[in-house]
């Protein structure tokens, strides 16, 4: 039983020991975290856009009549999902408050929206090679 005891207290003490460090950030430390959190978010809705693109395009060449619908489908739905998460990350809650925060300059602002701004240019370039390229294999 003494064991047993000795074991919580000291899994007590080490769970308080690395919350400490997160309790004394400055909030000027968690708006630069929140930020980075923003911009992982826009990272991933590339990603998954991107992903949904290729998908798209190799369900539209029509190689695989039993996977050649659900990859234009699924393609589909990522991305307008990736688009909406950088959409969501540029615009949304966590975004407005960093501003009402006030933590960042106005050009570090402007930089993270040209970022965003930036992935939805290359998501619809992507789209439109996509598209331009079945046209062009389809016209032979």
Do not use: C, W
Request: proline residues 1%.
């Amino acid at each position: 039983m003494r064991i047993h005891g000795l074991s919580i207290a000291l899994a007590v003490m080490i769970a308080f020991s690395l919350t400490a460090p997160v309790q004394a950030e400055s909030e000027k430390e968690k708006a630069l975290h929140d930020m980075y959190m923003l911009m992982r978010f826009m990272d991933h809705g590339i990603s998954i856009a991107l992903e949904g693109a290729n998908f798209q395009i190799l369900g539209k060449l029509g190689k695989s009549e039993k996977l050649d619908r659900d990859a234009i489908v699924h393609g589909t739905i990522m991305v307008k999902d990736g688009k909406a998460i950088i959409k969501e990350m540029l615009e949304g809650k966590a975004m407005r408050e960093l501003y009402r925060e006030g933590y960042f300059d106005q050009k570090l602002m402007d930089d993270l929206h040209t970022l965003g701004n930036k992935m939805l240019e290359v998501i619809a370039l992507s789209e439109n090679i996509h598209e331009n390229a079945i046209k062009q294999t389809s016209q032979k």
